[in-house]
């Protein structure tokens, strides 16, 4: 079945650095495919999406490119803050009418000042 | 304000209480939907609801029910809860189907079972 695989975490860094988390994933067809993120505390929130080969979705400085060729879907930051700790999911969904989205174990993401 | 609202936020339970959990969100979404999030598998899905009425399993339904009678409401039961139910829920909804539009999800509930 489809399936989504999120890079271990969890990954600390210093404010400003540069911050990549990969994901990759399995589908049958042409799933369109999601960041969410869980900030302490809180329910998940869209951050990007994609929903086909080469879109890239961006919002607040953070990036993904839907890559079909090696089936991944990586979410870059060229600067990050403090504020962006929080817990980051990558999903698919599929074009079927299930309204199923599957979600990565999910990234902790810890920014040092 | 647009929101997802789940109660309770917290909750221990002992093995066999029934107990449930109430879903409401004031958007006129359709779409609705309950995640179980556990360390390491991330969330997964329990039931959904494309419209009133409409209600179909997700990945992880066993132990679970759900009712859809008005539009903003999609509480989830748990009849006879057991010590592997322990777990945070997310309810969410949508204006679609995921594939068409955004979730919007509640802050959780975190329910332990003894």
């Known amino acids: 079945g489809d399936s989504v695989t999120q890079m271990e975490g969890p990954v600390t860094l210093s404010e400003e650095a540069f911050l990549t988390i990969n994901c990759t994933y399995t589908?049958?067809?042409?799933?369109?495919l999601f960041w969410y993120v869980q900030y302490p505390g809180e329910g998940l929130q869209l951050l990007l999406k994609?929903?086909?080969?080469?879109d890239k979705g961006s919002n607040k400085g953070f990036e993904a490119t839907y890559r079909k060729e090696t089936t991944s879907f990586h979410l870059e930051k060229g600067s990050v803050q403090v504020s962006d700790s929080a817990v980051y999911f990558c999903?698919?969904?599929?074009?079927?009418?299930?309204?199923?989205?599957?979600f990565g174990q999910g990234t902790t993401l810890q920014v040092k000042p | 304000e647009a929101q997802v609202t789940q109660n309770p936020r917290y909750l221990i339970t002992v093995t066999g209480k029934k107990l449930t959990v109430t879903c409401s969100q004031n958007?006129?979404?359709?779409?609705m939907s309950w995640y179980r999030q556990d360390p390491g598998l991330g969330l997964r899905q329990i039931y959904y609801?494309?419209?009133?009425?409409?209600?179909d399993k997700g990945d992880v339904p066993e132990g679970y029910k759900v009712s859809r009678k008005e539009k903003r409401n999609f509480p989830l039961i748990l009849e006879s809860p057991s010590p592997n139910q322990t777990s945070l829920y997310f309810c969410?909804?949508?204006?679609?189907?995921?594939?068409?539009?955004?979730?919007?999800f509640g802050e959780g509930s975190r329910l332990t079972v003894l």
């Open positions: 589908a049958t067809g042409y799933p369109s």
């Open positions: 609801s494309m419209n009133v009425e409409v209600t």
């Open positions: 994609a929903t086909k080969a080469d």
């Open positions: 958007m006129n979404h359709e779409y």
């Open positions: 969410a909804s949508g204006p679609g189907t995921p594939n068409t539009g955004e979730l919007f």
């Open positions: 999903a698919l969904s599929d074009r079927s009418n299930t309204g199923k989205l599957i």
